[in-house]
Nanobody, 123 residues
Framework: QVQLVESGGGLVQAGGSLRLSCAAS????????MGWYRQAPGKQRELVAT???????NYADSVKGRFTISRDNAKNMVYLQMNSLKPEDTAVYYC?????????????????WGQGTQVTVSS
């Protein structure tokens, strides 16, 4: 079984910064891509940023130049540094990971989600 736990959300004024963290734990053989998604009230969940195991990154246009995704493969962690925050960044932020997990019958590839962390940006 694999678990993702996010931390670092909170309330911040527009123009401020926050850093989100996500820790993966469990019977992990390998973590492939990791990413952050967000869901605002009344809206669909959307991609924020992704990072491959090799460090290649991809960002939503709305956060390019303001957010930075990074990961620590040794610690099974992924981070999201968010700068110049705007009220429209307010959402629940979810960590996602494509994980090769160890099970009794062998290896299995699964997609895992964290429980989410609230980010609120006041104007």
């Amino acid at each position: 079984q694999v678990q993702l736990v996010e931390s670092g959300g909170g309330l911040v004024q527009a123009g401020g910064s926050l850093r989100l963290s996500c820790a993966a734990s469990g019977n992990i053989f390998k973590i492939n891509a990791m990413g952050w998604y967000r869901q605002a009230p009344g809206k669909q969940r959307e991609l924020v940023a992704t990072i491959t195991s090799g460090g290649s990154t991809n960002y939503a246009d709305s956060v390019k130049g303001r957010f930075t995704i990074s990961r620590d493969n040794a610690k099974n962690m992924v981070y999201l540094q968010m700068n110049s925050l705007k009220p429209e960044d307010t959402a629940v932020y979810y960590c996602n990971a494509d994980i090769t997990a160890i099970q009794t019958m062998g290896l299995i590839r699964i997609g895992s989600w964290g429980q989410g962390t609230q980010v609120t940006v006041s104007s």
